[in-house]
């Protein structure tokens, strides 16, 4: 789901967040500020993460992309994913760069840009284990809190209980201690986090379903998001998106 590192400028967690300022800015604000504060989860590799003390990640760039193409810069905040939709309810950034959707309940919540990617949602599951669809009655999955994943895996037929975790880094730590049966995340995640431990008897399945991933804004913020969707449409135009696909995946994952 490699490097173009950036320094990380501001670290927020959950238990610091309401004591963050909140921005609620327009475009006018954030173009006279020359500042684009920006929130992702750093820690959903290969899409954000951290090397060391440095944030870096495919999505990573492309905001850094998105904010260099409206001429400002990008101020970072790192907050974890189950909690940005109410830091985006309060203002807390102007947008967060979010690696998978939420589930429905949430998701209408906020207002969602134009996809900056396609993906899917894989299984992964031990050698000779629950890896399809169909496979999957009666099993456990695994899945990260407050995801797509969690309502799309409920929709599978037969299965017999969907246990969420804060991270994708537990739900797999779940699948090889044998908690749960399968481990749905997103295919590029599923992929890095399987290089990365190829000795530890997983092996991916299925792919459930296909997603179509966006940034997240406040609601009614109706200039800022047509700058922001129109930023995005320049970088997929002039091939930026697909340099950095390429760079993290060797192909180009971008929505067309």
């Not at 990573?60 to 193409?69: L, P, Q, W």
């Not at 399968?182 to 990365?196: G, R």
């Not at 966006?214 to 406040?218: D, K």
């Given at each position: 789901m490699k490097r173009l590192t950036k320094l990380l400028t501001a670290v927020?967690?959950?238990?610091a967040?309401?004591?963050?300022?909140?921005?609620?800015?327009?475009?006018?604000?954030?173009?006279?500020?020359?500042?684009?504060?920006a929130a992702t989860e750093g820690a959903f590799a290969p899409f954000n993460y951290y090397e060391g003390k440095t944030l870096t990640g495919y999505e990573?760039?492309?905001?850094?992309?998105?904010?260099?193409?409206m001429g400002l810069k990008l101020e970072w905040r790192v907050v974890p994913f189950d909690a940005q939709l109410a830091a985006v309810k309060q203002d807390r950034f102007d947008f967060a760069i979010a690696s998978h959707g939420y589930t429905k309940e949430r998701a209408e919540a906020v207002d969602f840009a134009s996809p900056h990617y396609c993906t899917g949602g894989q299984i992964a599951a031990r050698k000779g284990g629950a890896l399809t669809a169909a496979d999957l009655k009666g099993k456990?999955?695994?899945?990260?809190?407050?995801?797509?994943?969690?309502?799309?895996?409920?929709?599978?037929?037969?299965?017999k209980e969907v246990k969420t975790y804060k991270s994708d880094p537990e739900a797999f730590s779940a699948l090889r201690a044998k908690k749960i049966d399968?481990?749905?995340?997103?295919?590029?995640?599923?992929?890095?986090?399987?290089?990365?431990n190829a000795n530890a008897g997983i092996v991916t399945g299925e792919q459930v379903f296909v997603e179509r991933v966006?940034?997240?804004?406040?609601k009614d913020n109706k200039e800022f998001m047509d700058q922001i969707n129109q930023t995005i449409a320049d970088l997929v135009k002039?091939?930026?998106f697909a340099t950095i696909s390429k760079k993290y995946f060797n192909e180009d994952i971008t929505c067309r």
């Open positions: 927020c967690c959950l238990s967040l309401a004591a963050t300022p909140a921005i609620g800015r327009d475009w006018s604000e954030i173009k006279s500020s020359g500042t684009i504060v990573v760039d492309v905001a850094e992309a998105i904010a260099k193409k456990t999955i695994g899945v990260q809190l407050a995801t797509s994943y969690f309502d799309a895996a409920k929709k599978i037929d037969g299965v399968a481990w749905i995340s997103d295919k590029f995640t599923v992929m890095e986090t399987l290089k990365k966006s940034l997240i804004m406040r002039d091939g930026t």
